[in-house]
């Protein structure tokens, strides 16, 4: 099993190296650096990477974070989306209702939308202001979220190295707020 799915997960990095459109990666980076605030979203595994995604932006010094509700608790998080902000959304293959209304609020209010995704990039690329690939696999021995997470990491770090200063004094701070508390 070893042997299976860390050829799998080699094979998917591969598959989602080839299919890396550098333009779609440098509009991300600038349509991210240009917002107001950075919202993420995902559910399931994704969910994961959506926070962690969150988490790398306010660590470099941009005021984000992550949509966590679902169902009756997202539509309170909805009525602080803001216009001028930038979304990712991290959707691997299901489309449930819940992106759909996202979507729609988004577009209402005049958000930047960024997909994540593969198998639903050709139905959702005109609902979105932008889609980048993250290949899934058909047999699921790796976790659906390798993809996007190497897709979030490469944007925060794509963002970092276009902000320096920013980044230097949010992570000076950081650390000055960690020693505060002890670490």
Known sequence: MWELVTAEAADRIAVLR????AERFGEAIRLLLNAR????????????????????????????RRIRGS????????LSIERDSA?????????PREVEVL???CHTVGVTTILITHELA???AGSVTLVIDAPNT?????????????????????????????????????????????Y
């Open 18 to 21: 080839r299919s890396h459109s």
């Open 71 to 78: 169902g009756f608790q997202l539509a309170d998080e909805m």
């Open 37 to 64: 605030s950075i919202l993420t979203y995902g559910f399931g595994a994704t969910g994961i990477v959506a926070e962690h995604l969150a988490q790398q932006m306010r660590r470099i010094g941009l005021p984000s």
């Open 103 to 105: 979507l729609d609020r």
């Open 138 to 182: 058909s047999t699921g021995l790796s976790a659906e979220a390798l993809s996007p997470l190497i897709v979030a990491d490469a944007l925060a770090q794509g963002i970092a190295a276009l902000d320096v200063e920013r980044t230097v004094q949010s992570s000076h701070t950081l650390g000055t707020i960690r020693r505060q508390l002890g």
């Open 122 to 124: 050709e139905r959702l």
């Open 87 to 95: 979304i990712v959304l991290f959707v691997p293959g299901r489309y």
